[in-house]
């Protein structure tokens, strides 16, 4: 596969085959990651690969996310349905990476290094797609707990976590919806 062929292609993934993707595989993608554009060579980008431990522990606390969404008049019966509804959307995910950012320079170096480690993720995507795997880049509530920084040992002080990689061979794709470049795109004098 070209690369415009990639980029034309390529969709968000919701749902997975079951089974992780092979270690080599893993590897072979993110290493596409590190190939990135970014400026003076920071190479901010973090990727850690979520062992089966620590995604049972995430999994508890997304449940409980998911229950804390519940209307102020749900009873019992729903908020445990939410939860347990988190739990296995959680779960169902065959891998999880969680994307980090060096985030110690002044203002100007951490949105370079922030645009970088987006790029990053881009190539990682690409070269999944390439590979036949699909991905969702997700964050929200949990990827900015501090519970997850420690979890993950991630230097809240120094990285930003982007959010969570979740990896698998594609079960469903979707139908590519773009608007056409001309209405995002505009011309000078």
């Keep these: 596969m070209d690369v415009i062929e990639a980029i034309h292609s390529r969709r968000t993934i919701f749902k ?13 993608v993110f290493e596409a990651g590190c190939w990135a554009p970014n400026h003076h060579l920071t190479e901010p980008w973090r990727f850690i690969v979520l062992g089966e431990e620590t995604k049972e522990t995430l999994a508890q606390r997304y449940s409980e996310i998911q229950m804390g969404k519940a209307s102020e008049r749900a009873d019992e019966e729903a908020r445990q349905k939410l939860k347990e509804a988190g739990y296995i959307k959680f779960t169902s995910k065959p891998t999880i990476v969680a994307v980090a950012c060096r985030q110690d320079g002044d203002e100007v170096r951490n949105r370079e290094d922030y645009a970088s480690a987006c790029c990053a993720m881009q190539n990682v995507q690409l070269a999944a797609w390439d590979e036949g795997v699909g991905m969702q880049w997700s964050t929200g509530p949990i990827t900015l707990e501090a519970g997850t920084y420690e979890l993950l040992g991630v230097d809240q002080d120094n990285e930003y976590i982007l959010g969570f990689f979740y990896i698998g061979y594609p079960n469903e794709i979707l139908t590519p919806r773009r608007k056409p470049l001309s209405e995002v795109m505009r011309w000078t004098p």
């Design 16 to 28: 997975f085959k079951p089974g992780p993707v092979p270690k080599e595989v893993l590897e072979r």
